[in-house]
């Protein structure tokens, strides 16, 4: 079966750090482009970064760069995204999409191939 599944969500305090992944199956995701993609409760979903599946270029929402990293394991056929200083206003639920980089990066990338189906990430003390 082909799909993406995340995993890694949790409960964690302000200013701390979470590794979420996204795992595929029946797929080779290093050739993909991935996104993570976030909804918080009564909005929209928002890009939060995406990897390129040609030379692994990146980018990241202005509202995460410096605190979040994309990257990839071919070998675990994974792509992560370290979480560190956490705020409030990240609790979202987060989701992993492959596709097309241009997708990744646009305002369309609700159309990317693949979507998991989520990890819940709550920032609370």
């Known amino acids: 079966q082909v799909q993406v599944a995340e995993s890694g969500g949790g409960l964690v305090q302000p200013g701390g750090s979470l590794r979420l992944s996204c795992a595929a199956s029946g797929f080779r995701l290093e050739h993909y482009g991935v996104g993570w993609f976030r909804q918080a409760p009564g909005k929209e979903r928002e890009g939060v970064s995406c990897?390129?599946?040609?030379?692994?270029?990146?980018e990241y929402a202005d509202s995460v760069k410096g605190r979040f990293t994309i990257s990839r394991d071919n070998n675990k056929n994974t792509v992560y995204l370290q979480m560190s200083s956490l705020k409030a206003e990240d609790t979202a639920v987060y989701y992993c999409a492959a596709g097309p980089w241009q997708l990744c990066t646009s305002g369309e990338f609700y159309r990317m191939d693949l979507w998991g189906k989520g990890t819940l990430v709550t920032v609370s003390s």
């Open positions: 990897i390129d599946n040609t030379d692994d270029k990146t």
